[in-house]
């Protein structure tokens, strides 16, 4: 179900590049969810030198520029495919492959969530765990416990300490939030963060740096894609197996409704992108001609990242791409999101799109 509606946004000027002038020896490291590094690997003074001046015409020209956020890039709820409280806290629930029993009331209590697969984590500190009331919700509520996420909710494990922490601190500030003003995921991760202390944030971020991402999302090339309801971030197959033509769109659905509702970490999920994605987007991500349109110059050769610069590599590719979207209107704004802006300056929707399905496509 191709969602109508879209948001216009001017695009906002770059921040100065000045401080990266004293980086004569480094090399600047653009990443697509939003910071930047400084390498000490030798370069010219030339190359930061035209990284400013890049910078300073993006800036100029985007004053005059639009972009329209795509509105089917962040998926609400269908009333009808939601369980409404209260819920049954009698029946009990089970999912594939696992021995735990949870009713429907544990299910979704964000201070208790599941924990259907305790075997493939460590044992969870209780801000992963159980959160603390009234609004901190466990991070593995929407993260889960293993921090696999979900479509709607960021992978975390495997991302490194400092790269969580600083994303904390954007949510916080306002410098990160959801190109499309008010979507729920986006909006439930702000209200969580304004109660969760400093040191809640370090705990959660040294448990979730320690896991590795599993492969959960099959990019297919299609021209059609099942016809869908929207499932709360993402997208759920109708029941009639009725098709719809893609266009030029990420369609990215769960295999298994309920068990996303019942935030199995066992879920998959299948990512339609239109046909040519993937090689357009290597040839996107792999790009020699300038820094700022080579994906591989600070994620690593597989895009699983190097350091403090995060993985892209076998993530979704819908959140990828909510995440360029967000640089390119300026959503995600704060001072690491600054180098990524010049990045996508000149991206329009069919390259995020490539770029977000070759990611995806690649072993985590």
Same mark, same amino acid.
């Given at each position: 179900?191709?969602?109508? *509606?879209?948001?216009? #946004?001017?695009?906002?000027?770059? !921040? @100065?590049? $000045?401080?990266?002038?004293?980086?004569? =020896?480094? %090399?600047?490291?653009?990443?697509?969810?939003?910071?930047?590094?400084?390498?000490?690997?030798?370069?010219?003074?030339?190359?930061?030198?035209?990284?400013?001046?890049?910078?300073?015409?993006?800036?100029?020209?985007?004053?005059?520029?639009?972009?329209?956020?795509?509105?089917?890039?962040?998926?609400?709820?269908?009333?009808?495919?939601?369980?409404?409280?209260?819920?049954?806290?009698?029946?009990?629930?089970?999912?594939?492959?696992?021995?735990?029993?949870?009713?429907?009331?544990?299910?979704?209590?964000?201070?208790?969530?599941?924990?259907?697969?305790?075997?493939?984590?460590?044992?969870?500190?209780?801000?992963?765990?159980?959160?603390?009331?009234?609004?901190?919700?466990?991070? *593995?509520?929407?993260? #889960?416990?293993?921090?696999?996420? !979900? @479509?709607? $909710?960021?992978?975390?494990?495997?991302? =490194?300490? %400092?790269?969580?922490?600083?994303?904390?601190?954007?949510?916080?500030?306002?410098?990160?939030?959801?190109?499309?003003?008010?979507?729920?995921?986006?909006?439930?991760?702000?209200?969580?963060?304004?109660?969760?202390?400093?040191?809640?944030?370090?705990?959660?971020?040294?448990?979730?740096?320690?896991?590795?991402?599993?492969?959960?999302?099959?990019?297919?090339?299609?021209?059609?894609?099942?016809?869908?309801?929207?499932?709360?971030?993402?997208?759920?197959?109708?029941?009639?197996?009725?098709?719809?033509?893609?266009?030029?769109?990420?369609?990215?659905?769960?295999?298994?409704?309920?068990?996303?509702?019942?935030?199995?970490?066992?879920?998959?999920?299948?990512?339609?992108?239109?046909?040519?994605?993937?090689?357009?987007?290597?040839?996107?991500?792999?790009?020699?001609?300038?820094?700022?349109?080579?994906?591989?110059?600070?994620?690593?050769?597989?895009?699983?990242?190097?350091?403090?610069?995060?993985?892209?590599?076998?993530?979704?590719?819908?959140?990828?791409?909510?995440?360029?979207?967000?640089?390119?209107?300026?959503?995600?704004?704060?001072?690491?999101?600054?180098?990524?802006?010049?990045?996508?300056?000149?991206?329009?929707?069919?390259?995020?799109?490539?770029?977000?399905?070759?990611?995806?496509?690649?072993?985590?």
């Amino acid at each position: 179900m191709e969602r109508q *509606g879209a948001t216009t #946004l001017s695009r906002p000027s770059v !921040r @100065s590049f $000045n401080s990266l002038i004293l980086a004569v =020896s480094c %090399e600047v490291c653009f990443l697509s969810n939003g910071a930047y590094t400084l390498i000490a690997f030798p370069r010219t003074l030339a190359f930061v030198a035209s990284l400013t001046i890049v910078a300073a015409t993006t800036a100029s020209a985007q004053t005059a520029t639009t972009f329209t956020v795509p509105a089917w890039a962040f998926p609400n709820i269908a009333p009808a495919l939601v369980a409404k409280p209260p819920f049954d806290s009698v029946a009990p629930i089970r999912v594939p492959r696992s021995a735990k029993v949870y009713t429907l009331a544990q299910v979704k209590n964000q201070f208790g969530p599941p924990d259907w697969h305790p075997a493939t984590h460590p044992k969870a500190p209780d801000v992963v765990a159980l959160g603390r009331r009234p609004t901190a919700w466990a991070c *593995g509520y929407c993260h #889960l416990l293993d921090g696999q996420g !979900r @479509s709607e $909710n960021a992978t975390l494990a495997g991302l =490194s300490v %400092e790269y969580i922490t600083q994303q904390i601190a954007d949510i916080r500030s306002g410098a990160r939030h959801s190109a499309l003003a008010g979507w729920g995921p986006s909006q439930n991760m702000t209200n969580v963060v304004k109660d969760i202390t400093d040191d809640e944030v370090a705990i959660a971020a040294k448990y979730f740096a320690s896991m590795k991402a599993r492969q959960r999302y099959k990019v297919v090339e299609s021209t059609k894609v099942p016809r869908t309801d929207e499932a709360g971030g993402l997208y759920a197959p109708k029941t009639d197996g009725t098709t719809e033509p893609l266009g030029a769109r990420i369609i990215e659905v769960t295999t298994d409704l309920r068990r996303h509702e019942m935030r199995d970490a066992a879920e998959t999920f299948i990512s339609y992108v239109p046909p040519g994605s993937v090689a357009r987007g290597q040839k996107l991500a792999t790009s020699k001609t300038t820094p700022a349109t080579s994906c591989t110059t600070c994620h690593g050769p597989a895009l699983r990242g190097v350091g403090d610069v995060p993985p892209l590599a076998g993530r979704s590719p819908l959140y990828i791409l909510r995440q360029l979207v967000g640089f390119r209107t300026g959503a995600r704004a704060g001072d690491t999101g600054a180098p990524m802006q010049v990045v996508v300056a000149n991206l329009g929707i069919d390259d995020m799109i490539a770029a977000a399905a070759y990611a995806g496509s690649l072993k985590p």
